[in-house]
Every structure is written in structure tokens, then in C-alpha cells.
């Protein structure tokens, strides 16, 4: 546990270290949800329609970008390597450097969620729960992501493999939280969605770790 805390800190100090390690995926975020004016019209009724679905799905595709060099860096350079000699279960790494990077750049992403859904003709009072499906979410896709970075790892052009392998495992989520937020705009009972929602964020904590570890480990190898 004590290697798996001092990769976890060593992950979030290199991801706040540049300043920067969020803007990319936040930027892609705001970028997307702003240009859906464009295709469905400016329309407050259209908006609202396509809002919450816009939302989920530019989510996903923002959380996808930094999957890439999740693992990668640390491949290229040895450092998996030194870790896997020096004891540390490969469970415990994954885990640790996908909750340190769904830190810096998820909770940003969350954080930024609300001006978006307010932008998309959402209802303001609801910004909060906005905020709370969007951190869930954004923690499903970056744990499901981490499966597809481990098994791109090593691979040249590995961003194509992880988006063939995440985006499928991204759909039950993406259609709970787009629920999750409907429910919420017209006032309807959003308890289902979001505990639905919760319950696939927390399988894919529970799972990638592992399944990471195995894809890292024939990496290493």
C-alpha cells in the first residue's frame, strides 16, 4: 500500500507540475459543447434537447485524450519497469496512476460541467447535480480507459486500439448520466440514473486495476 501511495503522489505531482495537464481535455470539453449551437440551432427548445446527451458524449471523448500516455510514458522511459522490480503489485500502480490523473484532469472537467449546462439552456438550480454525475462519470470513463491504455501500451498509434476498446465500455455509462440529467432538467426522478450511474463507476474501479495489470504485465514483458 505504501509504493502504491507514493506512485499516486509521484502521478499528481507530475500532473499539476506543468500547469497544463488538464487544459487540453477541458478545452476539448468546453470546445465541443459550444459548437452545438451549429448542428441542432440556436434554439432554447432545441438546446435543451440535445443538451445533456451533447454533454455526456463530449465528456467521454474529453476523458479519452489523456488515456494515451497514461501508461506509455512510464513504459517508454523504464519506470514500469523499476516499478515491477521493486515489489509493487502492477494492480496497485494502475490503480494509483488512474486515480491520480482522473484528480487533475476529471474533477476540472466536472468542475467546468455546470457553466456548460447552464450554456446548453440547462436550469441553473441543477447545477450541483451536474457537478455530481459528472464527477461519477467522468471516474467510470477514465477507469474503463485505463484498460484500453494498458493494452495500447508499447504500441505505436495505441490512441485508435484504446478508443476500439473504451467506447463501447463508455455506452452504459454515457446513457445513465444523459438519463441522470434529463430527469433532472424536466424535473423527473433522478435517483435511478444516478445510482445507476454509480454502479458502473464503481465496477470499473473495481475491475480496470486488474485488468490493466495483466495488459501492463505482457507490456513489461
Known amino acids: ?49 440535445a443538451g445533456p446527451g451533447v454533454m455526456w458524449i463530449a465528456l467521454a471523448l474529453a476523458s479519452l485524450l489523456p488515456m494515451e500516455r497514461l501508461f506509455q510514458a512510464d513504459l517508454e522511459d523504464g519506470t514500469l519497469d523499476a516499478y515491477a522490480g521493486s515489489g509493487i503489485g502492477m494492480e496497485g500502480i494502475a490503480l494509483a496512476k488512474t486515480l491520480a490523473h482522473w484528480i487533475a484532469t476529471g474533477i476540472p472537467l466536472a468542475i467546468i460541467a455546470p457553466v456548460l449546462w447552464i450554456m446548453l439552456q440547462g436550469p441553473p438550480e ?72 454509480g454502479a458502473a463507476a464503481l465496477f470499473g474501479i473495481a475491475t480496470s486495476s486488474f485488468a490493466a495489470a495483466m495488459a501492463l504485465r505482457t507490456a513489461i514483458d
Open 1 to 49: 500500500m505504501s509504493g502504491s501511495f507514493s506512485v499516486f503522489t509521484r502521478e499528481l505531482k507530475l500532473a499539476w507540475s506543468g500547469g497544463g495537464g488538464a487544459a487540453l481535455p477541458v478545452g476539448f470539453f468546453a470546445a465541443a459543447c459550444s459548437i452545438t449551437p451549429f448542428a441542432v440551432g440556436s434554439g432554447i427548445e432545441n438546446l435543451k434537447v
Open 126 to 197: 441543477a447545477s450541483l447535480f451536474v457537478i455530481g454525475f459528472s464527477l461519477i462519470g467522468s471516474a467510470a470513463f477514465f477507469f474503463f480507459g485505463s484498460i484500453g491504455a494498458a493494452l495500447a501500451a508499447g504500441m505505436r498509434r495505441g490512441g485508435l486500439l484504446i478508443a476500439l476498446v473504451t467506447l463501447p465500455l463508455y455506452v452504459p455509462t454515457m446513457i445513465f448520466g444523459a438519463a441522470g440529467l434529463y430527469a433532472v432538467a424536466s424535473g423527473a426522478e433522478w435517483a435511478a440514473p444516478l445510482m445507476l450511474t
